[in-house]
């Protein structure tokens, strides 16, 4: 299965950041349904904020993923940071947050079930402000 970027819907879109995230893309054995997502951060973009109130205030679902171009930095539940670059495939495991200082293009694969709560945990939030 394929789908080009354009026809991926966008489950969040804010100034600076778009989200795009298609459902029922593939299977991971032991997760269930997987999500494919497309995520653009602008610069300066940092989702801790949106994460509160969630387990840890991280988002606790993991990914499979590639940065496109841009890079990344995690930060993880015990205060460790990776950064990643453009052109690297990564796996974030449970416990997370991202933020982009220069803005990113990346490409995620998530389970369904545990994503999709982030992502409306982060709509939530959104609308609240």
Same mark, same amino acid.
Not at 4 to 11: E, G, R, V
Not at 48 to 61: I, K, M, R, V
């Given at each position: 299965?394929?789908?080009?970027?354009?026809?991926?819907?966008? =489950? @969040?879109?804010?100034?600076?950041? @778009?989200?795009?995230?298609? #459902?029922?893309?593939?299977?991971? #054995? !032991?997760?269930?349904?997987?999500?494919?997502?497309?995520?653009?951060? &602008?610069?300066?973009?940092?989702?801790? %904020? *949106? $994460? *509160?109130? $969630?387990?840890?205030? *991280?988002?606790?679902?993991?990914?499979?993923?590639?940065?496109?171009?841009? &890079?990344?930095?995690?930060?993880?539940?015990? &205060?460790? #940071?990776?950064?990643?670059?453009?052109?690297?495939?990564?796996? $974030?495991?449970? !416990?997370?947050?991202?933020?982009?200082?220069?803005?990113?293009?990346?490409? *995620?694969?998530?389970? %369904?079930?545990?994503?999709?709560? @982030?992502?409306?945990?982060?709509?939530? %939030?959104?609308? =609240?402000?």
């Amino acid at each position: 299965m394929h789908i080009a970027k354009s026809d991926i819907p966008a =489950a @969040v879109s804010v100034p600076g950041a @778009v989200a795009r995230q298609i #459902t029922g893309f593939g299977d991971a #054995t !032991g997760y269930g349904k997987m999500a494919g997502e497309y995520f653009s951060f &602008g610069a300066g973009t940092d989702i801790a %904020q *949106l $994460l *509160l109130g $969630l387990e840890g205030n *991280l988002c606790q679902s993991p990914h499979w993923g590639y940065v496109l171009e841009g &890079g990344i930095t995690v930060t993880y539940a015990d &205060g460790s #940071t990776e950064a990643i670059a453009g052109g690297e495939l990564f796996y $974030l495991p449970p !416990g997370h947050s991202v933020a982009s200082l220069h803005g990113a293009e990346i490409v *995620l694969f998530s389970p %369904q079930n545990e994503h999709c709560a @982030v992502v409306e945990h982060i709509r939530k %939030q959104l609308a =609240a402000h």
